[in-house]
């Protein structure tokens, strides 16, 4: 149904702005009606502590199942919805599994860490935005300092002074933002320099081959030291897979650490398992 909409997307368009409308109009109904039907899945990503390997948190990471039962990644339906402006439900719909995930947790008596949502930059133009997270929030109890949010550099297309005016605003809420795939794209050192973000991922492209371009250690570690003295950021580092790639980030004081070394993104259900219930209280 994934290369349908496509197709209904050609068709629309082929219309100028009235048949854009009209599409948009479709995409956002079919959307909330998926996720009213339970189509998508919040999946967890551990972030561990680099040196010890202790849980530190985890990332939300929303898939798609069909009908069929066939797992759509995120690469192939979040552009649609971004491109479409629909994104918001979707983001709030994992923001609002990840609250009530926590509020569950709380009453089991599991141990509480932090989870990371992703938001679009669209989903965070939108003008009462942060008056919806807050709701959500208070509807499951959940502390706020449990609630991250993750953005990619795109952010800083809405201009530094207005991202720096809704980060306070968020700010205000109690939520924290980590900037996610840093060291991709445009790189925005000023952002650094301006904002108060709580946490700093450091791309995969960056680590990949860390073993191999010296290069990319001497980024690597520079930017680790730079978190490390702007005091309040905390450093992830994206997509470790080996042990020696591990080892390397320890030797940096890289904070935490994300990537299949770890675990992939999983299930709810096995994330409990692997983690252990009696660990999460
Ligand atoms: P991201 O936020 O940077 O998430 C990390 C991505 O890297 C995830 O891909 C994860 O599965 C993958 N990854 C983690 N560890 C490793 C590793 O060791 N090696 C490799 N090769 N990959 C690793 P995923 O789940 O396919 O998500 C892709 C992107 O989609 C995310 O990148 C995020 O930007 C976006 N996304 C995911 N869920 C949401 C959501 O609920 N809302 C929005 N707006 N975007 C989302
Ligand atoms: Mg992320
Ligand atoms: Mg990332
Ligand atoms: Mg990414």
Not at 30 to 36: P, Y
Not at 74 to 81: A, D, M, R, T
Not at 184 to 198: G, H, I, M, P, Q
């Amino acid at each position: 149904s994934d290369n349908m909409m496509y197709v209904e997307k050609q068709v629309y368009y082929g219309n100028g702005v009235e048949g854009k409308n009209s599409y948009h109009e479709v995409l956002a109904k079919k959307l909330v009606e998926e996720i009213a039907s339970g189509e998508f899945k919040v999946y967890l990503q551990p972030k561990v502590n680099i040196d010890t390997g202790e849980l530190y948190g985890a990332e939300a990471l929303v898939r798609r199942r069909t009908e069929d039962g066939e797992v759509l990644m995120p690469g192939q339906f979040i552009p649609l919805y971004e491109a479409e402006g629909v994104i918001q439900q979707l983001d709030l719909y994992v923001f609002e599994e990840v609250c009530r995930l926590l509020d569950s947790w709380k009453e089991k008596g599991y141990r509480m860490i932090p989870i990371a949502v992703n938001f679009s930059r669209i989903s965070l133009m939108g003008i009462d935005i942060i008056e919806s997270l807050a709701r959500i929030r208070g509807r499951y109890g959940v502390a706020p300092g449990l609630l991250t949010i993750e953005v990619t550099e795109s952010i800083s297309r809405m201009g530094a002074e207005t991202l720096g005016q809704l980060m306070e605003r968020f700010k205000e809420h109690g939520f924290a933002f980590s900037l996610d795939d840093y060291g991709t794209r445009y790189s925005n050192l000023s952002l650094l320099a301006r904002l108060d973000f709580k946490e700093l991922k450091i791309d995969q492209s960056l680590i990949k081959d860390i073993m191999t371009n010296w290069r990319s250690r001497i980024v690597l570690e520079h930017t680790i030291q730079m978190c490390r003295e702007l005091g309040i950021i905390t450093a992830v580092a994206e997509g470790i897979e080996t042990e020696e790639q591990r080892e390397l980030l320890r030797s940096y004081h890289c904070d935490i650490g994300q990537g299949y070394l770890f675990s992939e993104p999983i299930p709810i259900g096995e994330f409990l398992d692997k983690y252990g219930r009696d660990y999460l209280y």
